[in-house]
């Protein structure tokens, strides 16, 4: 079956240690988005790409990092830079960045501090 | 003022009663979507609208583009229904990025 595939599903960090978070698509989607849920917020944008190779920054991407060298996998890398890193990763992508493809989503990534 | 408003926040109801819940947003839109959100955390897609009703199943969206308003309806209700109902918009001016309510936690009690 196709969809998105998010690992691990809880993880844990050091202080100062970097962790990445797994996202991998087998929908042959273009573009791909990592959100960040805290309680009571909506969902927050930290990056998305919408073409391999390419990708841009969300509203709220210091501390993280990402890559895009495949198509289908995009991971979230946690810095150390990031200091309250404490919370829900969502992972989603859409077959085009258009209006009127919808958006599926990942399990998701409860990430907390050590 | 956050350009996505949900209302209620929480919402607690009985077994077959008939659920609404409100989204009111500020900003020109292109679409805007429901998401249902389980305790375990994956989202799933329920309705994209841009205009008028659509209806699945038990479930039923509309929208007044004029009003900037939509509203989510869930027809007997039941215990499986409990999770976190999120609206989001398309707004035109975007880069396809939407803006986030921040949810309706919903509990049906048996």
């Known amino acids: 079956d196709g969809g998105i595939t998010q690992s691990p599903k809880y993880l844990f960090r050091k202080e100062g240690q970097n962790v990445t978070l797994s996202c991998e698509q087998n929908?042959?989607?273009?573009?791909m988005y990592w959100y960040r849920q805290d309680p009571g917020q909506g969902l927050r944008l930290i990056y998305y790409?919408?073409?391999?190779?390419?990708?841009q920054k969300g509203d709220i991407a210091e501390g993280y990092s990402v890559s895009r060298e495949k198509k289908e996998s995009f991971p979230l890398t946690v810095t150390s830079a990031q200091k309250n890193p404490t919370a829900f990763y969502l992972c989603a992508s859409r077959s085009k960045a258009g209006v009127r493809n919808i958006q599926y989503f990942g399990a998701g990534t409860r990430l907390s501090v050590l | 003022k956050n350009e996505v408003e949900q209302s209620p926040q929480n919402l607690t109801a009985q077994e077959g009663e008939f659920i609404t819940i409100n989204c009111s947003y500020s900003v020109g839109i292109s679409a805007l979507h429901w998401l249902q959100q389980h305790p375990g955390g994956g989202i799933v897609s329920l309705f994209m609208?841009?205009?008028?009703?659509k209806k699945h199943g038990r479930l039923i969206a509309t929208i007044n583009i004029q009003e900037k308003h939509s509203s989510l309806h869930i027809t007997a209700s039941h215990p499986r229904d409990s999770a976190v109902y999120i609206c989001a918009v398309l707004p035109m001016d975007s880069n396809y990025q939407l803006i986030w309510g921040a949810g309706t936690k919903l509990i049906i009690k048996p």
């Open positions: 609208l841009s205009s008028g009703k």
């Open positions: 790409s919408q073409i391999v190779n390419d990708f």
């Open positions: 929908l042959n989607h273009d573009a």
